[in-house]
């Protein structure tokens, strides 16, 4: 069972993705759909762990909320899909055959605290770019245009064109794209394992949606889909089934600033930091 919070413009589930995919989304009634569930590498969300027996368990269980997605997204939606490096293949293969994949996306970050010494340390997750119909989407190229370095920072003339012109200023960006992860002192940081950067969401929301449309996150986590959504004139629905995230969407989202009695602060800060011996040495 799942419990609705919210408004005309922005609903929040307290529950399972399946679910509430199931019994509360209506069939093709969504333009923009943003996945990025549970990798299945052993991260402990809440109450929840993120580890399934087999690779075979956890896309079995992956294709059937894929499924629903697909069903509740509009003839000229887009999905973007997330999930770990090793588990994208399964993903890749069985979506292709249901939707058209415009771009596998790769997310580079810099690497923070323990590095790999022994092998090649990740420093990206895949994403995947899928419409239902590609005769028919939206992709708002001319909003998520980025400097265009190379030639036009050197002022270089592209003597290739009849009358030579100077390079463009501009571009659309290819599918290697580089976002910071949050950081502890980002002011967008909640407490969360695996919390995505408002800029990667501002670029997928501002390609792939106009204002007024509606945006499904079935796993919320911090509500950051939700959250640049909002501040981009769009609407949304966000699932997540740990109470602790919850809270999180209901102050991030709905401005809530109680919950069963409890405050909903942001989260307290400490800038103190620590020797090796756990004394404190500055602030
Ligand atoms: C990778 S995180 C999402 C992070 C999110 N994109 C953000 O920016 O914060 C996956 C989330 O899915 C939630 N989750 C796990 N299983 C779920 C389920 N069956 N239904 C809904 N949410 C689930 C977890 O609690 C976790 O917060």
């Known amino acids: 069972m ?77 999905l973007y899909v997330m999930t770990s490096t090793q588990s994208m293949p399964y993903f890749d293969i069985y979506l292709r055959k249901k939707l058209t994949i415009l771009s596998r996306i ?31 989407y939206i992709f708002n190229s001319e909003a998520i245009k980025i400097e265009a370095k190379t030639g036009a920072k050197r002022k270089l003339i592209d003597y290739r064109k009849t009358i030579p012109t100077p390079y463009n200023t501009n571009k659309i960006p290819g599918n290697v794209w580089y976002f910071s992860r949050v950081r502890y002192r980002m002011e967008e940081y909640e407490n969360h394992p695996s919390q995505k950067p408002e800029s990667l969401l501002e670029r997928i929301i501002l390609a792939s949606s106009n204002e007024k ?23 949304s629905i966000s699932i997540e089934s740990q109470e602790e995230y919850l809270k999180i969407g209901l102050r ?31 602030s």
């Open 2 to 78: 799942s419990v609705r919070y919210g408004n005309k413009d922005h609903l929040i589930f307290h529950g399972d993705a399946l679910t509430v995919l199931l019994e509360e989304i209506d069939s093709e009634s969504i333009e923009l759909i943003f996945l990025d569930p549970p990798y299945n590498i052993g991260k402990r969300f809440g109450d929840f762990y993120d580890k399934w027996l087999s690779d075979e368990d956890y896309v079995e269980w992956a294709y059937k909320w894929l499924d629903e997605c697909i069903r509740v997204l509009k003839p000229n939606g887009t």
């Open 106 to 136: 790769i997310w580079h970050y810099d690497s923070s605290g323990v590095q790999a010494s022994k092998y090649f340390g990740s420093m990206y997750e895949p994403i995947l770019h899928c419409v239902k119909d590609k005769k028919n």
């Open 213 to 235: 449309d509606l945006i499904l996150d079935p796993f919320a986590g911090t509500f950051t889909a939700a959250a640049v959504a909002k501040r981009l004139r769009r609407n």
């Open 252 to 282: 991030r989202i709905l401005d809530w600033q109680e919950y069963k009695g409890e405050k909903l602060l942001p989260l307290q800060k400490s800038y103190v930091r620590k020797n090796e011996n756990g004394q404190k040495i500055s």
